[in-house]
């Protein structure tokens, strides 16, 4: 079971805008370390998405945003399109325990 | 952006010790910041976290694998490896490396295209 939480699935119609929620403690994101989002799509590795809890790396489309509050992140796609439809993950880091990094259990988006 | 090549074998017996390497291509191993990262997926599943490490030595490991892994690295051959020990099922996994760009807290910026090991006898 990962530290970081995330639900299994999330779905929504093309054009709708859904939310991805990571949870985690005051060892890891409510410690102050950052969140990472990463798309996975099928067969293919995961590719960074969000860095820093809210920058994009150049050519992810703004469609795609992401914030953090406390000891939780969210990611935030708006306008879904077909292709979106992939595995997302958050990441951090968490300091107990000599520290490491963590990654979420992962979220699948389809895309109704 | 560097490209990475994960190798080695795909299939290992259990109780037997998994190795891979990962090859950096475009640019150097030892560049200042960069740690070097293993994730491995089982079929299936979400993304688990192994190890880094920097050229220097410096590493990193989860917990739970702490006691079995080790990743060193060779800047001759612009190289850095992952060993596994006392493999057994739960060990069957898509291996990937990737690069932080900003110490062991950054995010994972470059990734291989990861290499699938299955343990069986």
């Known amino acids: 079971q990962s530290v970081l939480t995330q639900p299994p699935s999330v779905s929504g119609a093309p054009g709708q805008r859904v939310t991805i929620s990571c949870t985690g403690s005051?060892?890891?994101?409510?410690?102050?370390?950052?969140v990472h989002w990463y798309q996975q799509l099928p067969g293919r590795a995961p590719q960074l998405l969000i860095y820093g809890n809210s920058n994009r790396p150049s050519g992810v489309p703004d469609r795609f945003s992401g914030s953090k509050s406390g000891s939780s992140a969210s990611l935030a796609i708006t306008g879904l399109q077909a292709d979106d439809e992939a595995d997302f993950y958050c990441?951090?880091?968490?300091?107990?325990?000599?520290?490491?990094?963590?990654f979420g259990g992962g979220t699948r988006l389809t895309v109704l | 952006q560097p490209q990475l090549q994960e190798s080695g074998p795909g299939l290992v017996k259990p109780s037997e010790t998994l190795s891979l390497t990962c090859t950096v291509s475009g640019d150097s191993i030892s560049g200042s910041g960069y740690y070097w990262a293993w994730i491995r997926q089982p079929p299936g599943k979400g993304l688990e976290y192994i190890g880094s490490i920097y050229f220097r030595g410096d590493t990193h490991f989860s917990p739970s694998l702490k006691s079995r892994v080790t990743i060193s690295v060779d800047t001759s051959k612009n190289q850095f490896s992952l060993n596994v020990t006392s493999v057994t099922a739960a060990d069957t996994a898509v291996y990937f490396c990737?690069?932080?760009?900003?110490?062991?807290?950054?995010?994972?910026?470059?990734w291989g295209q990861g290499t699938l090991v299955t343990v069986s006898a």
């Open positions: 990441q951090s880091y968490d300091s107990s325990l000599s520290g490491s990094v963590l």
């Open positions: 005051s060892s890891n994101i409510g410690a102050g370390f950052d």
């Open positions: 990737a690069r932080h760009d900003h110490g062991v807290q950054s995010p994972l910026m470059s």
